[in-house]
């Protein structure tokens, strides 16, 4: 599902990624871990396609079969709405629009159908238990639920990976473990890949597989 080799990131001199190598299955639940600073988050970024890294010799970065570093960024836009979800920390809801609005605006942007979309997006509202918030903008929900509105946003366009960086970071505990349990309820639903950026234990014990970075490797 994901191959990566030599993955390099500088920002100016500061070398960030120092030459990382992954493989992750279909289907796999991997988390990342380690100390502020040692990469995680940029790693993330890249391998969302959201960051771009330094070219090198040997470097690829392959996601459900396509190279994405051979894509003009049209086309990399086009494949990141298609096949890529992402979950942050603080939701990304934009205010002024209702939790349905939110989850649609992917599918949107993808010119799909609208009436098929928001159907989609009302489905998956009422698999994440919001069938009674469809309507509420984001100041009227609880954190908890503004992050399963984030969650039914990174679902609409049914993508392949799908990309959370500290998304329990911002939870009350039982908020967090409702999230934790919800990403392991839809891999078995939808047999989705998520990789997953946290300083929560407890999560990222709970993955099929724990990497640790530290200072911009990722250690065996």
Do not use: W
Not at 79 to 97: A, V, Y
Not at 136 to 148: D, M, T
């Amino acid at each position: 599902m994901i191959l990566a080799k030599n993955l390099h990131k500088y920002y100016e001199s500061l070398h960030v990624l120092k030459g990382v190598d992954l493989h992750i299955k279909k289907g796999e639940i991997v988390s990342i871990v380690g100390a502020s600073g040692a990469g995680k988050t940029t790693l993330l970024q890249i391998l969302g396609t959201l960051d771009l890294p330094n070219k090198q010799q040997n470097t690829v970065l392959e996601i459900n079969g396509s190279s994405v570093l051979n894509l003009k960024d049209t086309a990399l836009s086009k494949f990141r709405n298609q096949h890529l979800g992402f979950i942050f920390q603080f939701h990304q809801l934009l205010p002024e629009f209702t939790a349905l609005e939110n989850v649609c605006i992917p599918g949107f942007i993808a010119n799909r159908n609208k009436k098929e979309v928001e159907t989609e997006a009302k489905r998956l509202l009422t698999y994440l238990g919001l069938a009674e918030r469809v309507d509420h903008k984001p100041s009227e929900l609880s954190g908890g639920e503004q992050q399963r509105v984030a969650v039914a946003r990174a679902l609409i366009n049914k993508p392949a990976v799908i990309f959370a960086d500290e998304p329990s970071g911002n939870l009350d505990t039982q908020s967090a473990e409702m999230l934790h349990q919800l990403f392991f309820k839809l891999r078995e639903e939808f047999n989705q890949t998520f990789v997953i950026v946290t300083h929560n234990e407890d999560l990222a014990n709970m993955a099929d597989r724990k990497l640790v970075m530290k200072d911009g490797l990722i250690l065996e």
